[in-house]
């Protein structure tokens, strides 16, 4: 019997994954990528003889299932990394944290403290916005914190903001108390779901029940950053038969004799009995005839991304600082080159920086972002990210969309959609509300071995995908 024949369109960390899972389960797989290579947000751009990664990007150790996945995936071509983090919030820098440090004072924590309690006096969770969701679930003190950090960071106002992005942002947890004392108050199950404490210390204390295999937390690709990664991958898909074609569109799809003919731009005609669609909304609903516009509502944050070339010397140990003060530009900095590998050594001589400036596009730091260059090389220095000096080389590009939340109005829309799409033999759409990479690939194991999508209720072990547990 011929094997079955799938066709995955989009090759991102999702169409990477099910190229690779449905391959592994024995099925002939064609991935299809508009792109030049296949990676998407993962594949990093030469510049200067380094490899600039599309934004700030590190691999978890939050679970064997997905560690065990990204070393199949990525042909075990990696380094355990320590990765020093830090916070900005109201001009101070807080180590070995990524999300905001409420500490202000013993009141401000007082009052956290009681508002959480509170909350969980009513017992119905009926928002449907962020800013419902933070309020409901933290009380006022904290939703006015956070409110002004969504908005720098989604450049959106949290009552637009689906509430399941709750999950997926760097507010799914708070850190208003010294370690000590939320270490108590953590063994409380119901608080620990909502208060934070450092574990830099020891990364893998709130792992451990995940994570058996491997003794580290974070890790990268031993070369070429991100896109070292894309190009083991794009070996091991091919050493499992997988067929990939880059620079390629969908034209058209149509349904004959139980099967799906896939034309593409090139004019080849591709025949399967499954697709996966793991690219764009907006052209599938086109291939679907459909209109429910559920790209309208799943916003990519336009973003301008300066790096900038500088002697490892000049960095200091930080490697990676979220900055949620509103009078900043900079919402995330990292330096690649400053993941150090657990044996201590730096992993080059030449060092860079990547910082995230989430932006209207219609600004003139979007148009012309050359021009604010020197603001944002004088926010890395009063950050503390960079020690000293001048840099030896800069580039900035400008990014339409970036990283992407659900708007209020997605879950309605995603229902309709995926009725749709429930309706056709062995056609399937990666689940937009699955952020995480473990989301991603829970999804995906549960569809080759059942045939079905998860819903979008959270799943287990969630994890955010902005930023890294505290
Ligand atoms: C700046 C940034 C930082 C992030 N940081 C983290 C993090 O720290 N931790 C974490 O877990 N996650 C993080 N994420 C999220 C995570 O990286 C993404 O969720 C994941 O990589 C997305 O993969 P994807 O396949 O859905 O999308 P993409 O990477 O966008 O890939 C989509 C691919 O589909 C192709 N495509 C689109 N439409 C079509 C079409 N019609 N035909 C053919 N090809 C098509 C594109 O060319 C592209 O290659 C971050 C994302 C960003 C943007």
């Given at each position: ?55 700030c990007?590190l691999?978890d ?22 990765v020093v983090y830090g916070s900005w919030y109201?001009?101070?820098?807080s180590k070995g944290i990524a999300i905001p440090d ?67 942002t760097l507010f799914n947890r708070?850190y ?20 934070a404490?450092s574990s830099f210390?020891?990364p ?14 974070s ?99 930080y490697s990676y600082i979220h900055n949620f ?7 995330r900095?990292s ?129 955010p995908?902005l930023g890294k547990e505290v």
């Amino acid at each position: 019997m011929s094997r079955m024949q799938w066709v995955v369109v989009g090759g991102g960390f999702r169409g990477m994954s099910a190229a690779y899972l449905f391959s592994k389960s024995g099925k002939s797989v064609t991935v299809v990528d508009k792109g030049t290579s296949i990676g998407g947000v993962l594949s990093s751009i030469p510049w200067n003889g380094l490899f600039l990664d599309k934004g700030c990007h590190l691999f978890d150790n939050d679970s064997d299932e997905m560690t065990d996945h990204l070393f199949e995936l990525g042909g075990n071509e990696f380094d355990p990394v320590n990765v020093v983090y830090g916070s900005w919030y109201r001009g101070r820098l807080s180590k070995g944290i990524a999300i905001p440090d409420l500490r202000f004072n013993e009141d401000t924590s007082g009052t956290i403290l009681i508002d959480i309690l509170r909350s969980f006096e009513s017992l119905c969770d009926d928002s449907n916005s962020l800013e419902d969701k933070v309020l409901e679930r933290y009380g006022r003190t904290v939703a006015d914190y956070f409110y002004p950090m969504i908005r720098k960071i989604y450049l959106e106002e949290a009552s637009n903001i689906s509430s399941a992005m709750l999950e997926a942002t760097l507010f799914n947890r708070v850190y208003f108390l010294d370690d000590s004392s939320a270490k108590i108050l953590k063994e409380s199950k119901l608080l620990d779901e909502k208060i934070a404490a450092s574990s830099f210390d020891d990364p893998l204390r709130y792992y451990r029940e995940y994570c058996n295999r491997y003794q580290f937390r974070s890790f990268y690709p031993r070369k070429n950053n991100m896109r070292g990664f894309c190009d083991s991958v794009e070996n091991t898909l091919r050493a499992n038969g997988v067929n990939i074609q880059s620079n390629m569109l969908v034209n058209r799809i149509e349904r004959k004799n139980s099967r799906y003919r896939v034309f593409l731009s090139s004019g080849t005609e591709l025949v399967c009995d499954g697709i996966y669609w793991a690219g764009s909304y907006d052209e599938l609903e086109n291939h679907l005839g459909v209109d429910v516009g559920i790209s309208q509502s799943i916003t990519g944050v336009p973003m301008v991304l300066y790096y900038f070339l500088v002697a490892p010397e000049q960095l200091s140990r930080y490697s990676y600082i979220h900055n949620f003060d509103s009078d900043f530009k900079i919402f995330r900095v990292s330096s690649p080159s400053n993941y150090k590998p657990t044996n201590g050594e730096k992993f080059c001589d030449r060092a860079y920086v990547c910082c995230e400036v989430p932006i209207n596009s219609k600004s003139t730091l979007f148009t012309n972002p050359e021009a604010s260059t020197d603001d944002i090389w004088t926010e890395l220095k009063k950050m503390g990210f960079i020690r000293y000096g001048s840099y030896l080389d800069k580039v900035a590009f400008s990014v339409p969309k970036s990283y992407s939340y659900l708007r209020r109005d997605f879950s309605p829309k995603w229902q309709e959609l995926s009725g749709v799409i429930s309706k056709k033999t062995n056609f399937y759409a990666a689940n937009p509300i699955h952020f995480t990479k473990l989301q991603i690939l829970r999804d995906l194991k549960l569809l080759i071995s059942d045939g079905r999508s998860l819903n979008y209720e959270r799943s287990p072990n969630h994890r955010p995908n902005l930023g890294k547990e505290v």
